[in-house]
């Protein structure tokens, strides 16, 4: 390893350069020049500006010797709440939903950006990861319309990229919210539908969204951003399907356990799939058809996918790689295992000008690995966001050194 040990001493004192070529690296691109053996990556001012053979650094820019590890994008976290969770258990840590004591319980225009921290603690612990953006993801409160969400470069910055993102979640686990039935969910969205469009006066009093409420679901009835829908069970996706046909809206399925069974049906809708790749098992009545081909049986069809994983994903954002790889190791090919961490995701979300390939143009937003990264065994030895090689320690292993140490004549919690 000692070519980690170099890189980490080459980058110590130089944590905001922008500037670096990386030099005879196994460059998976993971756009259309695919993957490049023995290349170099010259970023400038934080952006790739060249990507070939032979590259020649200009005086000023340093070189990273990559010795024919992998290069790769940095890496989509899937939906997280990162920035927005602290702790699960402590509520005031947690600001993904919404519940309010009103008669308009539907609040699409719920914007969990907002209360986005760049100072959590738990982004370091995701780049360290290899994980460079994630989609900040609105949970349901007091509906099943959960809110909006977006794109957050774990690069320290305050505020989103690209478009917004509209969460909805439908099937069993918001039946509760729904009047005890799946079929009061369509009933109530389209009756929402019709109100954005103005079929149903906004001052009627069954109105169920407020003002600004329309506006903003207008705004993505109008295809002016994704609705992101979780959902699991195969008749809900149809009816979704159907659903987004007859209103003409931009959808993307978040789980969908058992979407491979309509596969053929959400590839002609080109509407691609945020995948739970680690299901197997029925664990509630929407996910009997659960199986570990769900994303290469998709991708058969002609469907893009990604992947999310579901429950503390924020915590456990480094988990994503093994989505991807356990998703390879049952029939996925091992490029659209790692497009889904990269370009797919990037592409959906309405960011791919920036990020998601590595080509001329892009942010330099990029990950070397001590080898395969969809293979957990190994590791990000570094990252950089925005050309700036990222510091790879967080919080945990500053602790995991702390208590490494002798101790002093202090106690070790004394230590600085």
Do not use: C
């Amino acid at each position: 390893m000692f070519w980690v040990s170099v890189l980490t001493l080459l980058f110590a004192g130089t944590a905001s350069a922008q500037d670096v070529l990386i030099r005879h690296a196994t460059v998976h691109t993971a756009g259309a020049q695919g993957t490049l053996q023995n290349a170099d990556v010259l970023v400038q001012g934080g952006v790739i500006r060249a990507v070939g053979v032979d590259l020649q650094a200009p005086a000023s820019v340093g070189v990273v010797e990559a010795n024919g590890k992998p290069l790769t994008p940095a890496f989509f976290g899937g939906i997280t709440e990162i920035g927005i969770e602290e702790v699960s258990g402590e509520a005031e840590t947690v600001d993904s939903a919404v519940t309010l004591a009103t008669d308009q319980p539907m609040r699409p225009e719920f914007d969990v950006t907002l209360a986005y921290n760049p100072e959590s603690v738990l982004i370091p612990v995701a780049r360290m990861e290899g994980l460079g953006f994630t989609l900040l993801g609105a949970n349901t409160g007091g509906s099943f319309i959960a809110g909006q969400g977006g794109v957050m470069r774990l690069d320290g910055g305050a505020d989103p990229i690209g478009p917004r993102v509209l969460f909805v979640k439908l099937g069993s686990d918001v039946l509760g919210k729904s009047g005890s039935s799946r079929a009061a969910q369509w009933m109530l969205l389209d009756q929402m539908v019709g109100e954005a469009r103005g079929r149903i006066p906004a001052d009627s009093p069954h109105a169920l969204l407020t003002p600004t409420g329309r506006a903003v679901l207008a705004r993505y009835l109008a295809g002016n951003g994704r609705i992101v829908v979780n959902v699991n069970r195969a008749a809900d996706i149809r009816q979704l399907l159907r659903w987004a046909q007859r209103e003409n809206v931009r959808i993307a399925i978040a789980s969908g356990v058992e979407a491979w069974k309509l596969a053929g049906q959400i590839a002609a809708a080109k509407v691609p799939v945020f995948v739970d790749a680690l299901a197997d098992l029925p664990g509630d009545f929407d996910q009997i058809g659960a199986t570990l081909e769900n994303a290469a049986r998709l991708h058969a069809a002609g469907v893009e996918v990604s992947f999310a994983q579901f429950g503390d994903a924020s915590h456990n954002a480094r988990k994503i790689r093994q989505y991807a790889g356990n998703a390879v190791a049952n029939g996925l090919p091992w490029e659209a295992g790692l497009q889904g961490l990269t370009r797919v995701p990037a592409r959906v979300l309405g960011v791919d000008d920036k990020l998601g390939t590595i080509a001329p143009g892009k942010l330099a937003d990029l990950v070397l690995w001590t080898g395969d990264p969809l293979d957990v065994a190994n590791v990000a030895s570094q990252l950089w966001l925005g050309g700036r090689a990222i510091p790879m320690r967080s919080r945990q292993t500053e602790l995991r050194n702390r208590y490494l140490r002798a101790a002093g004549a202090l106690p070790r919690a004394y230590s600085p």
